[in-house]
């Protein structure tokens, strides 16, 4: 009963290294979302994709690309990482037109020198 | 476009006393009301949803909220906190409707702290 599984779950890197999150969702959700953490500023929308085969950009997209690789998978990734970047990323998923909560992983505590 | 507040960044109680987690959102459409908790490394778990009808919701571990329209507030209450309820609680509101697709914005968190 794994839910959303994320990986990996820490990370650090140099600036203007690349990298991408994976995020898994075996529940059979249409929609998936990724949203970063920093403290006093609870989580923000970064990118979403409320069907398979869309996406779209949330609150604080820039320096970031998605792709929705299938029903269950959907990747967060950073071209040419910054320090502004160091935080916690957290995939979620639900099937809102069932008005279903959104379901989290357990995060990706990324920092970057 | 909506917004959250969360009006107290640290909440400490000591152990068995009532609490309340203070919620306000600002919204032109009608909307729905989550909280959600994490403890520490881990992911957000729901506790309680505001989707429609009854204003009082109970969810788990005790908890239970109270949706004030006119208020436009969605307080967060427990009547006697544990140990175990230390962790940061997060409102969130998703507006209704189908251009919403589920997009959650959320307030700041409260970090509960209980003491024995």
């Not at chain 1, 923000?44 to 299938?70: F, H, M």
């Not at chain 2, 909440?11 to 919204?27: D, I, K, T, W």
Request: hydrophobic fraction near 30%; aromatic fraction near 12%.
């Amino acid at each position: 009963n794994a839910g959303v599984t994320q990986t990996p779950k820490f990370q650090v890197l140099k600036t203007g290294q690349s990298m991408t999150l994976q995020c898994a969702q075996d529940m059979n959700h249409n929609s998936m979302y990724w949203y970063r953490q920093d403290p006093g500023m609870g989580l923000r929308l970064i990118y979403y994709s409320a069907s398979e085969g869309t996406t779209d950009k949330g609150e604080v997209p820039n320096g970031y690309n998605v792709s929705r690789l299938n029903k269950r998978e959907f990747s967060l990734r950073l071209e040419s990482a910054a320090p502004s970047q160091t935080s916690v990323y957290f995939c979620a998923s639900s099937n809102w037109t069932e008005y279903q909560p959104q379901h989290f992983g357990d995060g990706t505590r990324l920092s970057i020198l | 476009a909506q917004s959250v507040t969360q009006l107290d960044s640290q909440v400490p109680v000591f152990e068995e006393a009532p609490v309340e987690l203070r919620c306000n959102y600002s919204s032109s459409v009608s909307v729905y009301l989550f909280w959600y908790v994490q403890y520490p490394n881990q992911g957000l778990q729901l506790l309680l949803k505001y989707l429609s009808g009854s204003t009082l919701v109970k969810g788990i571990n005790g908890f239970e909220a109270e949706f004030n329209k006119s208020q436009t507030s969605f307080h967060l209450r427990k009547p006697s906190v544990h140990i175990s309820d230390t962790a940061e609680y997060f409102c969130a509101v998703s507006t209704a409707g189908g251009t919403s697709y589920g997009k959650l914005t959320f307030g700041q968190g409260t970090i509960l702290t209980v003491h024995p």
